[in-house]
């Protein structure tokens, strides 16, 4: 008979050892508490990405986003290929082959025959000035109180204006429902005072979370040291006063060691809104232009139409001058030089055939 004061006592299913939902609990995990009326985002330092994806996972399972692509994609590891309506995180591969980097006199690394790997976890950046928000018609793209950007689908019309309009292919359009859908920053676990999935769940701390102007301390003290460790290539990526400056900044930016298309991010962002201005301006110069050269055409025609009355006028109040004597001209002293109508006009004078000067 087995011994009572060993065996293991179960908990109920709907029991827990937490009294309830910790508060603020993103300051325990990330060290920032939430608070509504601040500047939150991403550092992510891609020097300390694994390749775990473990971002990507936690991202799906929290927004219970599908997966997609199954199998091979023939891109190397990197089977989710992008960022879409159902990937909010994509983890980069990017695959390296030759020198190494360089070294701290700025002299090229040995050249080398294995593979070396880039990796970044991509994600929204919530521009300052996000260009899908100044692009969508209808409001469904709104900023937070956090000074993220998400996307409202009850609002939503499925225009798909925000597609181009992002510059780094963020936003995408679903076919099931028809509707834009991208990164929202865990707005939901923002307000619950929570760390977002993909930040707390990664494992080497690639992923940041915080207000942006403890992070942007943080990321020059560590390209800092990573120059002082030897590599020159550390940069960022995203901040206000950088190749981001048309967007004002990116509240999800990057440490790099490399130029930023080698990510497949664009060297200089620009918002499409900038080029309305100037076209507006274009195209009212050319209406003008059209509306002077139709007005200028008409005034012709007036111009024409007018002195065609005026000679008809001219024409019907005519009289048939008195024979004279002087054209010497026998033909038109009698009359005979006017040539004869039918249609009861009064007809112009025939022209002499004597062809003398006087006449």
Known sequence: MPDSRHATRHAPSSASLMPGPLPDEARLTAGTTV?????????TDTTLCIGCKACEVACKTWNALPAEREGLSGHSYDNTRELSCTTWRHVKFVERMGQEPRDEHG????????????????????CARAPCLEA???????????DTVIVQADICNGCGYCVPACPFGVVDLSDDDGKAHKCT??????????????????PTDSIRFGELDALHAQARERVRQLQADGVREARLYGMPDGESRA??????????TAPPQTYNLPPQPQR??????????????????LTAAAWGGAGLWLRTACGCATGMAAARNHRRPRATTDCRCSRRATGAGWSRSTSGWPAWPAPCRCWRPSC
């Open 136 to 146: 969508c018609p209808t409001g469904a793209l709104v900023r937070t109180e956090f």
């Open 272 to 289: 499409p809104a900038r080029h309305v201005a100037p076209a507006l301006a274009t195209g009212l110069a050319a209406a003008a232009a």
């Open 35 to 43: 608070r509504p009326g601040r500047r939150y985002g991403f550092f």
């Open 185 to 202: 920053l865990c707005y939901d676990r923002l307000k619950g005072g929570l760390e977002p999935a993909c930040a707390k769940a990664c």
């Open 247 to 256: 967007l004002g900044g990116l509240n999800a930016f990057f440490l790099l």
């Open 107 to 126: 002299e090229p690394g040995p050249a080398h025959f294995q593979n070396r790997w880039l990796m970044l976890s991509d994600v929204c950046k919530h």
